[in-house]
């Protein structure tokens, strides 16, 4: 066959599986880029409503002539998590109240000009500092320092500003109050993501070791070390939560159920670690060779059952009974069973135990009834 045709085959194939992957990488960016715009659409519409509300009220209703600072005050405070906003809104406005109180009091002593403006900028920073200011107050402190040098040297305008950041920061903390669903509902969704990706990690890691597949271990102690991180965002998503139920009027009613899943971090958290232990000593007895009981990859599944079932008990209470019931036969099971030959084998069975009371609390059950449902074993092999 010619090459030159070859070759011109060959470029046209690649042309027409080129093109379709384009296509559908650009449109997945598309849609990313959609669902990003429409998971900030409340927050922005907020921010939007709420910068216009400040000046108005700045300008229309205190008559202030140029109220810039309160849109901007309003759009710095609802930019923070709701756990913060209270303080954040205090610490713009007493950052305002010390840059304006500074710099004017400059200005009528010794003028404007680029010596003053190093001069007031620092001394505004340092009395910030030395009130215990954050980043935010001391750098408020600075910027405010300046404009009032340089752009309102007339001592009347410093006071206005100052009302202008109250106002800005009162219209944000009023906004606040209608907090969207989102934060409510996250919480519960992240949390059952974890408990998925963790049923995933188990099964992946008995499918690995049944089959002897050092790439399936691998892989399952490569996610069960990136869990943490998901963790990390459960833990924001619920600190999130509470503090929207807490500081919103409109969603307090959900407190319970956000406090619900906030109490789920810490044992959550034991439950990663010990599944992270596990899968590490699934992945060296594969690594190594070692034998393990036949009854262990069946052991693991047992676990992810259990833990599958409580990601569908955060939305479906039924399943809770199902996973205390799965999870309670297999800590009984764990003390009946032979000791394991090797080190391996000893620690994968203790870390099954002791993951199995993890996720009972996660199912309401206390510590002490979990340890319970967990029989001790007469080779000392405990659960904690």
């Keep these: 066959m010619d090459p030159v045709r070859l070759t011109l085959a060959q470029l046209r194939e690649l042309r027409d599986d080129v093109a379709p992957r384009a296509a ?207 963790l990390d965002d459960l833990r924001s998503a619920a600190d999130e939560g509470v503090a929207v139920v807490r500081l919103s009027p409109f969603r307090r009613r959900h407190r319970g159920r956000v406090q619900e899943v906030a109490d789920l971090v810490v044992p959550l958290d034991r439950a990663i670690r010990n599944i992270r232990v596990l899968v590490r000593r699934v992945a060296v007895s594969v690594w190594r060779d070692e034998r393990m009981p036949d009854e262990y990859p069946m052991l693991l599944d047992r676990l992810a059952d259990g833990t599958r079932l409580i990601a569908e008990s955060l939305f479906e209470p039924a399943a809770d009974v199902a996973a205390h019931r799965v999870l309670g036969e297999l800590g009984r099971r764990t003390a009946v069973m032979p000791t394991p030959p090797g080190l391996s084998a000893v620690v994968v069975l203790g870390q099954i135990r002791s993951t199995i009371v993890d996720l009972l609390e996660l199912t309401g059950t206390t510590y002490d009834e979990a340890r319970e449902l967990v029989p001790l074993r007469p080779d000392g092999l405990d659960e904690k």
């Excluded at 900028?121 to 404009?147: D, P």
Aim: aromatic share 6%; glycine share 8%; charged share 20%.
């Design 24 to 230: 559908r990488r650009s449109k997945a960016s598309v849609q990313r880029r959609l669902d990003r715009w429409r998971d900030r659409a409340f927050f922005i519409a907020q921010c939007a409503l709420a910068a216009a509300t400040a000046w108005a009220l700045a300008r229309y209703v205190v008559g202030h002539a140029q109220p810039f600072f309160a849109p901007v005050a309003a759009m710095i405070c609802l930019g923070f998590s709701f756990g913060q906003r209270l303080r954040r809104v205090a610490e713009v406005m007493v950052g305002v109240a010390v840059g304006v109180g500074v710099g004017d009091l400059f200005v009528q002593l010794f003028g404007t000009g680029v010596v003053q403006i190093v001069f007031v900028v620092a001394l505004a920073m340092s009395v910030a500092t030395l009130l215990g200011a954050g980043n935010l107050m001391t750098s408020q402190a600075g910027v405010q320092a300046a404009l009032v040098t340089t752009l309102l040297p007339d001592p009347g305008a410093g006071f206005s500003r100052w009302l202008d950041a109250v106002i800005g920061g009162v219209v944000a903390l009023a906004a606040a109050t209608i907090a969207p669903a989102a934060p409510i509902r996250r919480p519960r969704q992240q949390a059952s993501g974890v408990l998925n990706e963790l049923a995933e990690i188990l099964v992946e890691a008995a499918d690995g070791l049944r089959a002897d597949d050092e790439e399936a271990v691998t892989d399952a102690l490569r996610r069960a070390r990136d869990s943490e991180s998901l």
